[in-house]
């Protein structure tokens, strides 16, 4: 069964300082994967996505991610942080073939910004 | 492209009343997809539609809940009987292709069960 672990529950880093959200997945083969950010009150908006191409993936906002397939990882990265990325980050996974198509989630990191 | 809508945004309810959510997809998108997720988790899939037909649904979803997408365009998610362990916000999203699968979401409904 598919299953996605995010370590820690909140991570909290100064402006300006870098960014460092981990995910690691388990499943038989390499999946689809994810990285969706949620504002308070808010659904989801898809950061970025990892589709079996290039294993550095650039989203939206200035984040990217790095699928490691000897770690089982996919770490959401960004170099500078800025206030406006304090929101809750979530990392899915999807199993590409076969007949089911739901994304399973991790619990979610909450990202808070330091002035 | 207006994106997933979803009504309400906000619904409370007492325990033991019948309450039912509403999720407009991305028009030309076939598959849509029902999640909930309760503070502090992750969304947890419920059910999913390719047009009108119901494809998989989680153990998640017990017989008080029932979804349809009658005409393979809104889908509504009925709750009945409601419990104070239903209170969650309920989150719908909508794809149109297999290949990549990218679910494109809603902004939810919160469903508070006093």
């Known amino acids: ?115 | 492209d207006t994106g997933v809508s979803q009504d309400p945004r906000h619904k409370i309810t007492k325990r033991g009343q019948n309450v039912t959510f509403r999720c407009d997809p991305i028009s030309e998108h076939n598959r849509l997809y029902w999640y909930r997720q309760t503070l502090g988790q992750g969304p947890e899939f419920l059910t999913y539609f390719q047009n009108e037909a119901q494809l998989e649904k989680s153990r998640l979803l017990s017989d008080r809940f029932s979804a349809e997408r009658p005409k393979g365009s809104f889908s509504t998610l009925e709750i009945q009987r409601t419990e104070q362990g239903d209170s969650a916000m309920y989150l719908c999203a909508s794809s149109d292709s297999d290949v990549i699968h990218e679910q494109y979401f809603g902004p939810g409904t919160r469903l508070t069960v006093t």
Not at chain 1, 19 to 28: G, T
Not at chain 1, 34 to 51: A, E, I
Not at chain 1, 59 to 78: C, D, R
């Open chain 1, 1 to 115: 069964a598919q299953s996605v672990t995010q370590l820690g529950s909140h991570v909290s880093v100064s402006e300006g300082a870098l960014v460092l959200l981990r995910c690691n997945y388990s499943s038989s083969v390499p999946p689809y994967l994810f990285w969706y950010v949620q504002y308070p009150n808010q659904g989801l908006q898809l950061l970025l996505k990892y589709t079996s191409a290039a294993t550095l993936v650039k989203g939206i906002n200035g984040f990217e991610a790095e699928f490691k397939k000897s770690e089982t990882s996919f770490h959401l990265t960004k170099p500078s942080a800025h206030m406006s990325d304090a929101a809750e980050y979530f990392c899915a996974v999807r199993y590409p073939r076969g007949a089911n198509s739901k994304l399973t989630f991790g619990k979610g990191i909450t990202l808070s910004v330091r002035p």
